[in-house]
């Protein structure tokens, strides 16, 4: 189990170059997009952690660059954390009925019968 670098969350991977949570990345990911300044209503040293990283954007942010985050990286996506077999299993289910769905909007099947063995038994 690795620990977020910015705020000690469960990581998720490396994200913009440095270990990261889900909540760090997508908090570095629109600061940088939309290019949003920050003010610190302290000393420019609060504590960035899993409770309190919501507290004072302009220290999380610093704290993401001092961590190593980098906009440069925003197409880097390395996960850490292998998706467990029940997750792998739902998101084949979800693509099988989105396919199902498809089909029925051209016309092809009607979504209410059983779907076809081309599709694989169904569990569920």
């Known amino acids: 189990l690795e620990l977020c670098i910015v705020c000690g969350d469960r990581a998720s991977g490396r994200h913009y170059g440095a270990i990261s949570c889900e909540g760090c990345k997508g908090f570095f990911k629109r600061s940088i997009r939309k290019k949003l300044g ?11 952690t ?8 302009y220290c999380r942010l ?6 190593g985050m980098r906009s440069d990286f925003q197409h880097e996506r390395k996960p850490i954390v ?7 299993e739902g998101h084949e289910r979800q693509a099988a009925y989105s396919k199902l769905l498809g089909l029925a909007g051209q ?3 009607n979504p209410k019968e059983e779907p076809s063995e081309a599709f694989g038994p169904v569990s569920p």
């Not at 899993?50 to 954007?57: E, G, S, V």
């Not at 292998?82 to 792998?88: I, V």
Request: proline share 0%.
């Open 107 to 109: 016309g092809q099947i």
């Open 38 to 48: 920050y003010q610190c209503r302290g000393s420019m040293n609060c504590e960035v």
């Open 62 to 67: 610093q704290k993401c660059l001092a961590c």
């Open 50 to 57: 899993k409770h309190h990283r919501n507290r004072c954007q």
């Open 82 to 88: 292998d998706k467990s077999k029940n997750e792998r």
